[in-house]
């Protein structure tokens, strides 16, 4: 399309990212108004506005000069104290006097906008662009593999593992790697369906500490398929399903410091990967914004206070309680979480930054 460039990234970040803020913020502040919370402010960036309007429920939308952030603001406090729990009937519209079930449907309300935007932005992509998908074809066969010694030669269509019928070749890689006994392959050749008995084996020194087995078959290229519109919501959810869960794979790896730099990417890496997807071209770029609205919502749900996540994790603890935790703890824990994610966000930018001259 045409080159990537430091102002095409830039405009690519805020092009993804103000949307994604201003569907979570919208996810607050409906289940806010929807639970009788005033919202006083609905703000798409910090700072001193740009421009604005106040709506039929004194609601101020407006946009700041600041555009990386946002937030709505509600009437009275996040954080509830005993008299707010023993009269969450007084003061009526305020945040901190709602019940129980509603602060925590407000809170979780952002996150799961996040999530419902990027099923909808996948599937419809799927529905109207299509879906890559890779065939469960063989189109090249590694030398001395087991495959080569079974006699599987190129082109042959995979059609059942074990009587266990594959659709894609992502399929039969989930299968195989978990998998050193013998298997039973079904394959179509030259409308010929043939039998083959293969023992997946390590083939490479990096596949031994995960040990992941392979059979030594190379996949064709990736196809795009269109979907009708059931299918294209199944395959949505289904793949955010498995983002979901390569997501939380990459989050115990961070934390357990075992995953490469080359995966992290904090604000200057989604830039630079934000305009590259602008470069691409406009399904390439409603992708990545639907994977970056998946992983802004699970982000904001992790338990860490400060983050949505944090106040959930809280409203369950004064559930098991009866009562809220002192106000004084919750200030305290909101100040631990806003340290570690500043921290966070201190050493991934560093290590974007050490990316840019690698």
């Known amino acids: 399309m045409f080159e990537n460039t430091f102002f095409i990234s830039l405009i690519g970040f805020l092009v993804v990212l103000t ?10 502040y ?40 946002g937030y709505v603001k509600m009437k009275g406090e996040l954080l509830v104290n005993d008299k707010n729990y023993q009269n969450h009937n007084d003061n009526e519209g305020y ?26 932005i996948i599937t419809t992509l799927y529905s109207f662009h299509g879906r890559y998908e890779v065939k469960p074809e063989v189109n090249k066969v590694v030398k001395n593999s087991p495959a080569e010694r079974a006699g599987v030669i190129p082109n042959d269509l995979i059609l059942s593992i074990n009587n266990k019928k594959v659709s894609n070749f992502e399929d039969i890689k989930k299968i195989v790697s978990k998998n050193k006994k013998q298997l039973n392959f079904q394959i179509l050749r030259n409308k010929q369906i043939l039998f083959f008995n293969i023992k997946p084996e390590i083939l490479d020194v990096k596949d031994l500490d995960a040990k992941s087995f392979k059979i030594g078959i190379i996949a064709s290229s990736p196809t795009l398929v269109k979907h009708d519109l059931i299918s294209s919501i199944y395959y949505g959810l289904k793949d955010t399903l498995l983002l979901t869960y390569e997501w939380i794979k990459g989050f115990i790896k961070l934390i357990s410091f075992k995953i490469d730099k080359k995966d992290v990417a904090g604000p200057i890496g989604i830039a630079k990967i934000s305009g590259d997807a602008i470069s691409l071209g406009l ?23 400060a983050l949505d996540g944090g106040y959930i994790l809280m409203y369950f603890i004064e559930f098991a309680l009866g009562r809220p935790i002192n106000q004084k703890i919750q200030f305290k824990l909101i100040q631990i979480g806003v340290f570690l994610l500043i921290f966070l966000m201190i050493v991934i930018t560093f290590i974007d930054i050490q990316k840019l001259f690698v």
Not at 38 to 65: A, H, I
Not at 102 to 120: F, T
Not at 286 to 305: D, E, K, R, T, V
Request: aromatic content about 12%; overall charge positive; hydrophobic content about 55%.
């Open 19 to 28: 949307p994604l803020i201003f569907f979570h913020e919208l996810g607050h």
């Open 30 to 69: 409906v289940a806010a108004i929807k639970n009788g919370v005033v919202v006083e402010q609905f703000s798409v960036g910090f700072g001193p506005e740009l421009f604005g309007f106040t709506d039929k429920n004194n609601t101020r939308w407006k946009v700041c000069l600041i555009p990386f952030g």
């Open 95 to 120: 945040f901190n006097n709602a019940s129980l079930f509603s602060r925590l449907l407000i809170v979780i309300s952002g996150p799961l906008a996040n999530i419902l935007l990027g099923i909808l």
């Open 283 to 305: 399904p390439n770029f409603l992708f990545l914004m639907a994977l970056l609205s998946i992983n802004l919502g699970l982000i904001n749900l992790l338990p860490i206070p």
